[in-house]
């Protein structure tokens, strides 16, 4: 790559803001505004400045409605926010997906249109962490927050997770090169190992790479948890890995005086899924017996975990709350958006602040060329693509001020650091107009009929 | 006005000339897909239209051994096959390396046409481990609005796919009401 010099043409600094980008939510970011356009961002990684130094070109910035020749027309607010809301009245099964890259005052907008209407609410954690959420539900959640990780932990382990690639600045800020009160002298006071098939980037700056063979994950965690158990290992290579290093790995993992498992899709898309994570945290667990561990999944949208914190808080479920039938109600491989759409079920989709012409398999996208696409976005994207009506929104933390919730849990306010292009509107603005609507067209609220207990029954 | 700069043509990949015709034309391999960094900026900055998306998201990593077996270059195209479908994508020498017999597709429109869709009532489809072939060919790789209206045709009439394929490319800009963005007057709207 080429120098480049640095930007000195700007009007003024906006301190402090918060990346919109990964789970790591970095809140040390300044921004460079010329024109009320950011020219530059400080402090951020390459992933991170070039999402807030958006593509003007693709921005979305009028509400548009596709016409019968397919092609999309400009409209008014009024005409394209009617259009989707006539889509979602009219529908017997709406799924509104997305979520995870807009504030968590959004989504109350959502849960209440989503009840309302009897939809289903899912965010993107169906496509990467559900088998995460799924497997904190069975075998609990030994989780700590990242400031905890900085000042404390000595031994960190990546499996599954390219950190350097899709949270680069998570080994820098939180987890390995920083100093910490009990790890003053940053690196050189942690131990970093990475497990993944591939030699990845993050492997290569770690101090062990575990190359295990093509999902063969759950029989290396296994492998580990009998030698923690005090068990003989009578294969002498598991999941590609030599007896040998499982028993010093083992060793290293009981000795560490504050041991800290990152996880990523690695472990979730491969073949056992959620028993994968089980195990994983089935091994911290054993861990526990001999020092301390945590684990924390690495979230890959700065508000995924939002979404999820906040339809567990409001409903009991964290993803795929399916309000069909009056109450919330979840179910795994049947109320998430993978498998309804594979099934054919859904009449109308609304897309919010996610891409899932970028991020479905084939086979579950095939259905959204059949049925209404409604997509809040800020960028014209694939899944502008298949949309119906597409209502340009803002963006969170750059244009508008929201709540996003980091990998570990901690809430973070996001603050607003330059005006929304004249013609966006505020997401949470956008699905309170379309739930006002909504309730216009239908003005019964789907709810559950009364229950009377069966007689015979007892 | 000055900007940093962060658009980048193509991905950075080692540079390793491969010689020679190849040994075989259809190479069994594993395909995983995910992301990295140069298809995580391209991608959240809102440059999918671009070409610069085509290379970033529609690249094959592959093993340089691998490569030699197909007699291919890095950013000569190959067309993948699974159960699930085809693509055709560039291929390159991937920055992993080795893995001989495995290839890795970041996400995006391109991966997508060739993962599985199957979660196993687990929520999450499997885009990970699935057995591949992988061939030289001639097709060129789409950009990411023409490949879309190759795979879904949702908008146009035409259902088959070489003359869907072959239509006249949709661009990368966004397309206005049949206008291009180039031919509206007023660019603010
Ligand atoms: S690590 Fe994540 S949150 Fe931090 S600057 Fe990079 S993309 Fe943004």
Redesign the interface.
Known sequence: ?TY?PP?T?YDYIVENCTCA?CGCNCDDLDYLV??N?V???RHAC??G???I???M???L??P?V??E??????VDWDTALDKAAEYIANSIRPVFYGWSETSTECMKEGVALGEYIGAVLDNQA???H??SL?AVQNAGYPIQTLGEVQNRADMIVYSGS?A???H?RHMARYAVFCRGYFRQRGRFDRTVVTMD?????TAKCSDKWIGFE??GDYGFYNAIRAVLRGKELYQDVISGIPKEDIYELAEEMKNAEFGVLFFG??L????S??RNIDIAIKMVQDLNRYSKWGLTPMR?HFNVNGFNIFMAFECGFA??VDYCRGYPRYM???T?T??LL?RKEPDCFMVIAA?P??????????H??NIPVIQID?????S???ADVVLPGSFIGVECAGTSYRMDGVPIYMKKAIDKPE?CRDDEWIVRELKERVMKLREEPNVAPKYVPNPNAL | ??????Y?EKP?VPDVKITGEGTTDVLKC?L?T????YQ???????????EEYKNASGTCYMDPRDMAKLGVNNWDTVLVKTD??EVVVNCAVS?????EG?V?IC???WA??????D???????????IKCTVEKTDRKVLL??DL??W??????DEEDDDVVENMESLGE??????RK?EELIDH??
């Open positions: 790559m480049e930007v043409d980008f010329k024109d356009h020219v530059a961002v390459r992933l400045a070039s999402k130094m958006e593509d070109d693709q921005r910035l009028v548009m596709r016409d020749n397919g092609e999309l027309k400009e169906t496509i990467c559900g088998p799924q390219n350097m690639n899709s680069p098939p591939k030699f990845s980037d093509q999902n899709l690695g979730t898309h491969t073949l899924k959620q890959g993803f795929g795994m491989g049947e998430n993978i498998d594979v891409d012409g970028a991020h479905f398999p084939n086979g579950a996208n095939q959204l060329a800020i960028h014209w994207g694939p502008t693509e298949l013609t | 006005m000055h900007y940093a700069n962060t980048l950075v594993m995983n995910g992301s990295d960094i995580g900026a391209c991608k959240k900055r809102g440059s999918t239209l671009k699930f479908g920055r992993d390396a080795p893995h495995t890795f996400k995006g429109p997508n046409t060739i993962v599985s869709h979660t196993y009532c687990c929520s999450d489809p499997t885009y990970k481990g990411m609005a879309m209206r795979v879904y045709k949702k908008y146009v800009l966004p397309v206005y009401h049949g963005w603010d709207l």
